[in-house]
C-alpha cells in the first residue's frame, strides 16, 4: 500500500503492532455503519486456536469502543 501511494475502504480498526506509521486510517465523511463477520461450518467446531483468536479479535475492537454481537 505504501509503496504504490494506494488506499483501501475498511473498518479502520489498524494494529499498529502489524503496521507502520505511513499506514493510517481516515474516517469517511459519512454517516454510516459496517458489520464484521465471520462464517464456519455449522458441522464443525472451531479449534482451540481459533476460539483464542477470535477472543483476542473481540477485545482488539472492544479497545476501539465498538460493540461486539453474537
Known amino acids: 500500500m505504501v509503496g504504490l501511494n494506494g488506499y483501501t475502504i ?28 465471520y462464517l464456519k461450518n ?12 477470535l477472543e483476542l479479535l473481540k477485545q482488539h475492537i472492544r479497545n476501539y469502543g465498538f460493540e461486539i454481537y453474537e
Open 10 to 37: 475498511s473498518s479502520g480498526i489498524i494494529s499498529s503492532e502489524l503496521n507502520d506509521e505511513k499506514i493510517v486510517a481516515i474516517p469517511l465523511e459519512i454517516d454510516d455503519s459496517m458489520i464484521l463477520g
Open 42 to 53: 455449522k458441522k464443525i467446531d472451531l479449534s482451540k486456536i481459533a476460539k483464542d483468536y
